[in-house]
């Protein structure tokens, strides 16, 4: 059983969820936004440290996975997007976490079967999957959503790590 923390970075508004995984089953803990205030970039950065610290305190996960940055026609854009996953990577560092990174596309593949998901599906699926009775925010929901991409992800993983070994076992003997 493990608690895993999802990030959709943003530089205005970043997105979050919790949920705890137990075998298959996923069980929703909590979501929500950080919304920056501050109109500086440096100002928005430490909310995003100080946003995710306060989720961490509360929530205790035991995994970090948070949206890779994807390379835009605005360079700008990019580069503030990589300052607020900095940011709110620091904090899980600072908080002993192991930090998981996903593509996009494989977020919006894990939760709704295609790379190519509008936000809508999105949160469709999120609110489907963890059996919500609406449909959360669409930054959170994004960020509910890198947590089953974590979960999906990391059980495959295992499954194909102990298929190997059986088989690595059984050419050897």
Same mark, same amino acid.
């Given at each position: 059983?493990?608690?895993?923390?999802?990030?959709?970075?943003?530089?205005?508004?970043?997105?979050?969820?919790?949920?705890?995984?137990?075998?298959?089953? $996923? !069980?929703?803990?909590?979501?929500?936004?950080?919304?920056?205030? /501050?109109? /500086? $970039?440096? *100002?928005?950065? #430490?909310?995003?440290?100080?946003?995710?610290?306060?989720?961490?305190?509360?929530?205790?996960?035991?995994?970090?996975?948070?949206?890779?940055?994807?390379?835009?026609? +605005?360079?700008?854009?990019?580069? #503030?997007?990589?300052?607020?996953?900095?940011?709110?990577?620091?904090?899980? &560092?600072?908080?002993? $976490?192991? &930090?998981?990174?996903?593509?996009?596309?494989?977020?919006? !593949?894990?939760?709704?079967?295609?790379?190519?998901?509008? =936000?809508?599906?999105?949160?469709?699926?999120?609110?489907?999957? $963890?059996?919500?009775?609406? =449909?959360?925010?669409?930054?959170?929901?994004? *960020?509910?959503? &890198?947590?089953?991409?974590?979960? +999906?992800? +990391? #059980?495959?993983?295992?499954?194909?790590? *102990?298929?190997?070994?059986?088989?690595?076992?059984?050419?050897?003997?």
């Amino acid at each position: 059983m493990s608690i895993i923390l999802g990030i959709d970075p943003g530089s205005r508004i970043t997105g979050y969820g919790v949920i705890r995984q137990n075998g298959r089953h $996923l !069980q929703y803990l909590g979501s929500g936004c950080i919304r920056m205030s /501050e109109k /500086e $970039l440096p *100002g928005r950065l #430490k909310q995003i440290y100080e946003g995710v610290s306060e989720i961490i305190t509360q929530f205790q996960p035991d995994v970090f996975a948070i949206e890779q940055v994807f390379m835009s026609k +605005n360079a700008d854009s990019a580069l #503030k997007l990589g300052q607020a996953r900095g940011s709110a990577i620091v904090a899980a &560092v600072n908080a002993d $976490l192991p &930090v998981y990174e996903y593509a996009a596309r494989l977020i919006k !593949q894990a939760v709704t079967g295609t790379g190519g998901a509008d =936000k809508a599906q999105v949160q469709h699926m999120v609110m489907t999957m $963890l059996k919500l009775p609406a =449909k959360p925010q669409a930054d959170a929901a994004d *960020g509910l959503g &890198v947590a089953i991409c974590h979960a +999906n992800t +990391n #059980k495959t993983l295992i499954a194909l790590a *102990g298929k190997a070994t059986s088989a690595r076992r059984g050419r050897y003997r």
